[in-house]
Nanobody, 123 residues
């Protein structure tokens, strides 16, 4: 099993920045892809960014490209999401998710999930 714990959410004004962290424990050797997936009020879960665990290849949704950066620190079993130039439309619960298979933009393809952290961007 794999356990994921997110931290770093909060309230920020438009144009501000936040950094989310996701600490991974358990059977980490089985993980191939880590992703950040968000869910805004009244909407379905939406892929934001992903990174492959070993090669550190990164992938982004068009809506966050150029503003968000995903990275990982394997020695700490931690994945980060640096979010800059935040917009009110970025308001959502952000989930860290892990997948045993190759990169996917479909939230339902992910095997393990954290509890989520709230990000609220005020205008």
């Amino acid at each position: 099993q794999v356990q994921l714990v997110e931290s770093g959410g909060g309230l920020v004004q438009a144009g501000g920045s936040l950094r989310l962290s996701c600490t991974v424990s358990g059977r980490t050797v089985s993980i191939y892809t880590m992703a950040w997936i968000r869910q805004a009020p009244g909407k379905e879960r939406e892929f934001a960014a992903a990174i492959t665990w070993y090669s550190a290849s990164t992938y982004y949704a068009d809506s966050v490209k150029g503003r968000f950066t995903v990275s990982r620190e394997n020695a700490k079993n931690t994945v980060y999401l640096q979010m800059n130039s935040l917009e009110p439309e970025d308001t959502a619960v952000y989930y860290c998710a892990a997948r045993r298979g190759s990169m996917s933009r479909a939230p339902h393809d992910y095997d393990y999930w954290g509890q989520g952290t709230q990000v609220t961007v005020s205008s």
